[in-house]
């Protein structure tokens, strides 16, 4: 699975942004896709998962200011980003795993090539 993720730029804090992934294959093969950051000097982390029948698990970090969408039909999972602040600020990494469930601590073997999002303050 190839992911492609665009959408990212600078934004002021409060401000909002929209991620969009491309995948490569039919998402209905794919139960999770993912949204993963990475802030420099943290370990990466996840932010947003849904599975194939849109359920959705958040970090409590973004629970109600970012949403994550998929639309199977499309090949594109989306990450909503609104209210958003300098702790923010991140490279963002698409991520497939095909096998995994909402409860698995894990994230899949796929990734994309990580769009920055910046937000000022």
């Known amino acids: 699975v190839q992911l492609q993720a665009s959408g990212g730029g600078l934004v002021q804090a409060g401000g909002s942004l929209k991620l969009s992934c491309v995948a490569s294959?039919?998402?209905?093969?794919?139960?999770?896709m993912g949204w993963y950051r990475q802030a420099p000097g943290n370990q990466r982390e996840r932010v947003a998962i849904i599975n194939v029948t849109g359920h959705t698990r958040y970090a409590d970090s973004v629970k109600g200011r970012f949403t994550i969408s998929r639309d199977n039909a499309k090949k594109t999972v989306y990450l909503e980003m609104n209210s958003l602040k300098p702790e923010d600020t991140a490279l963002y990494y698409c991520?497939?795993?095909?096998?995994?469930?909402?409860?698995?601590?894990?994230?899949?073997?796929?990734w994309g090539q990580g769009t920055l999002v910046t937000v000022s303050s």
């Open positions: 294959e039919n998402m209905w093969r794919i139960n999770i």
């Open positions: 991520n497939a795993d095909p096998s995994g469930t909402l409860w698995l601590n894990r994230a899949g073997q796929y």
